[in-house]
Structure formats: structure tokens, C-alpha cells
């Protein structure tokens, strides 16, 4: 193929070739051996510019005596004489920079499309059908949210949600937020406390569920102590109590999230601007005044992001009840999540599981949604 001829049109050869030997005298194959290979070559000529691209794709087999042999080649192959074929390399390198990171993340995003939000508007669906111990496709409406609002076990549930979800959102803030005031005054040994008070949150809610449970346990826990100690009348039996369980579940959950907490607001202290502090100080203003009127209102976000993290985890908590209280005493400890699962596994009515599921799911976004909305907004607004 010339490469010169000014002028003419850009030409594109296809050659498949497939070569087969054994016999053959120009084969290499002194045992008799069967030698394939197969090749396809997409070669493009340009006469202008004397650039050639050459994409070939290459399958060998080669068979010694039995002894298996396989190659395949895929090579692509740039020549140039006057640099177009750099031109060309540079944007297949681009192509393979852009599509390289969609490929590596599809499989990830087919799966949490599947398994999460497939299944959350299949759970819808079943919300809306008879199903009873298996799922089932009989369409009865909005009939299964009318028992459930018509169940006082629900209400139940509703109202040990809300006990709960305000006791520990307010002790977890409050805790997180005394501790990460103490370590921001960079006393000695931070670095021993700080892992001390993030250690809870390194255990699941299983394991603090069952080493509460142990804890305040009458029989072995902190009751029997005191009283093996002397202290005969020391009763501390809120775990048997109806009316004192769903606190014993406030405190195991306080003592696991309170350290996240923590976590979050000293990295919000320890982001404010310093001049700002000494400024006040050259004022007169006190370490508390200083706290109050300065700090605390500049990690005003860092209160928003405690709780809506605090309240998604709030509504969802389901292991720590099952693995602490079970539920009980009776009913005492229910929640939405345990709810759940009691209606659509252990009394087969998934109807009125996938509900109850459902407005879980409603509960979460109406935190979330708000939330979402004000940070995307808030650049808007800067600008």
C-alpha cells in the first residue's frame, strides 16, 4: 500500500487468516504435533498522513505430544510516521480512562440496584397484596395498613420507638459532645482515651446487646454483685420491668453510639479557626462563654448530621432489642424493626410485615429527604 498519494480516500483493510499444521514442512512440529493459529487484523491506511493502526487479534494452540499449549493474544499495535498514530493512542488512553472506572463500578451498582432497592419496591408490593406465610399476588389495596393502624401491638411499638429514639438521641449529643469538649482541651493522654471511648463502637450491637444483657441481669449481673459485697436490699431488676426495660435498651445503645458522636463533633472543634478563639480570649471571655457563644454555633451542622444518623439508627434498631430484652418483658421493649419481623416470620402475615416495613422506610426518609435537600441547596445559596 503506497504511502504517499495526495488526496485519496482513508482505506481500511480486514484480513482473517487460519493456519493449520501438522504435516506441513514449514511447521516447527517435529512430533506430529497440531499447531493452529488463527489471526484477524483490522489495519487502516492513511495516505495523507502515512499513520496505520493495526488492531490484531490473536488465538494459538499449540499441542506437543498431548502436552496442552494455549495462547491468546489480543494486541493492539500503533505505528505513525508522522505522529498521527500518537493522536490515535491518545484517544483510545482516554476511551479506556473513562469506560475503565464505569466498568470496575457496574457490577457494584447492579447489585445494590438489586438488592436494595428491587427489593424495597417488591416489599412495597407485597404490602399491597394477601400474603400470609409465603408472598402472594392477591391485590387487596391499602388494606393491610388499615390493620396494622388498628393493632394496639403497633401502637406499642410506636411508643417505645419514640421513648427511645429521644432518650438516645439527646444522651448520645449530649455524651459525645461533653467528651469531645474534654479531649479538645488537649490534656495529656488523649491518644489513650480517644481509642477507649471509640472502642464500643467497634463492637456490633449483637455483642452489646448480650453483654448488657449479662450485666443487668439479676441473677449475675450487677444486682447479684452489690449484694455479694454486703449491700443485701441493692435491687436493680429495670431488665424484668415492664415499665423500666425499654430504658435498659437507651443505655446499652448510648454506651455503643455515644463514642461515634464524639468522634464527630472533636473533628468539628478541632476545625474551627483558632484566631477566632484567641480573639475572644483577649476579650474576656471565659472557656465556657467562649464554648457557648463561639464554638458550639459554628458546629451547628455537626448537630444535623449527629441526628439524622442518630434517628435512621434509632427506627432501624432491631439486633440490639433481640439480643438485650427480645422484645419483652411481654412487649415492653418492642420496636417498629422487631415488629417486623415477629408479623412477617414467626405469625406469617407478611402483608402486614411489609407494611410496617414499608412505613419504616417512610420514617427514614422523612429525615433524610430534609437533609439531603439542605446540603445540596446550601452551595446554591453561598453562590
Request: neutral net charge; charged residues 15%; contains cysteine.
Amino acid at each position: 500500500m503506497p504511502a504517499g498519494g495526495c488526496g485519496l480516500a482513508r482505506k481500511k483493510l480486514n484480513f482473517v487468516s487460519l493456519v493449520k499444521g501438522g504435516d506441513d514442512d514449514n511447521n516447527d512440529d517435529d512430533n506430529g504435533g497440531a499447531f493452529a493459529v488463527r489471526a484477524v487484523f483490522n489495519v487502516i491506511f492513511d495516505d495523507n498522513g502515512g499513520a496505520f493502526a493495526v488492531r490484531a487479534v490473536l488465538n494459538v494452540i499449540f499441542d506437543d505430544n498431548g502436552g496442552g499449549f494455549a495462547v491468546r493474544a489480543v494486541l493492539n499495535v500503533i505505528s505513525d510516521d508522522n505522529d498521527g498514530g500518537a493522536a490515535v493512542m491518545s484517544t483510545l488512553t482516554a476511551k479506556l480512562q473513562d469506560w475503565i472506572p464505569r466498568l470496575v463500578l457496574s457490577p457494584s451498582a447492579a447489585i445494590i440496584f438489586v438488592f436494595v432497592y428491587a427489593f424495597i419496591i417488591y416489599t412495597g408490593y407485597l404490602s399491597l397484596t394477601d400474603s400470609r406465610l409465603l408472598p402472594s399476588y392477591g391485590f387487596v389495596g391499602l388494606e393491610n395498613y388499615q390493620k396494622l393502624w388498628a393493632l394496639p401491638h403497633w401502637h406499642r411499638a410506636l411508643l417505645n420507638l419514640a421513648i427511645f429514639g429521644i432518650l438516645y438521641i439527646v444522651f448520645c449529643t449530649a455524651v459525645g459532645l461533653l467528651l469531645a469538649i474534654f479531649l479538645d482541651q488537649r490534656i495529656r493522654g488523649e491518644g489513650f482515651l480517644r481509642p477507649i471511648y471509640l472502642y464500643p463502637l467497634a463492637l456490633s450491637f449483637i455483642v452489646t446487646g448480650t453483654a448488657w444483657k449479662w450485666f443487668l441481669d439479676p441473677g449475675i449481673g450487677l444486682e447479684n454483685t452489690v449484694q455479694r459485697w454486703g449491700w443485701e436490699g441493692f435491687a436493680f431488676d429495670w431488665i424484668k420491668d415492664r415499665k423500666l426495660a425499654i430504658y435498659t435498651v437507651v443505655m446499652a445503645a448510648v454506651w455503643q453510639s455515644s463514642g461515634f458522636v464524639m468522634a464527630i463533633f472533636l473533628a468539628g472543634l478541632r476545625g474551627v479557626d483558632d484566631e477566632i478563639i484567641k480573639a475572644a480570649q483577649m476579650d474576656g471571655a471565659s472557656g465556657f462563654t467562649i464554648y457557648r457563644r463561639i464554638i458550639i454555633p459554628l458546629v451547628r451542622p455537626i448537630f444535623l448530621s449527629a441526628f439524622v444518623i442518630l434517628a435512621h439508627l434509632a427506627i432501624k434498631a432491631y439486633d440490639l432489642v433481640i439480643a438485650l430484652t427480645g422484645g419483652g418483658p411481654g412487649q415492653a421493649t418492642e420496636l417498629p424493626a422487631t415488629f417486623m419481623y415477629s408479623y412477617t416470620f414467626t405469625r406469617s402475615l407478611m402483608g402486614i410485615g411489609a407494611s410496617s416495613a414499608v412505613i419504616m422506610l417512610a420514617m427514614i426518609f422523612s429525615i433524610i429527604v430534609p437533609y439531603l435537600y439542605l446540603e445540596l441547596r446550601q452551595p446554591k445559596d453561598r453562590s
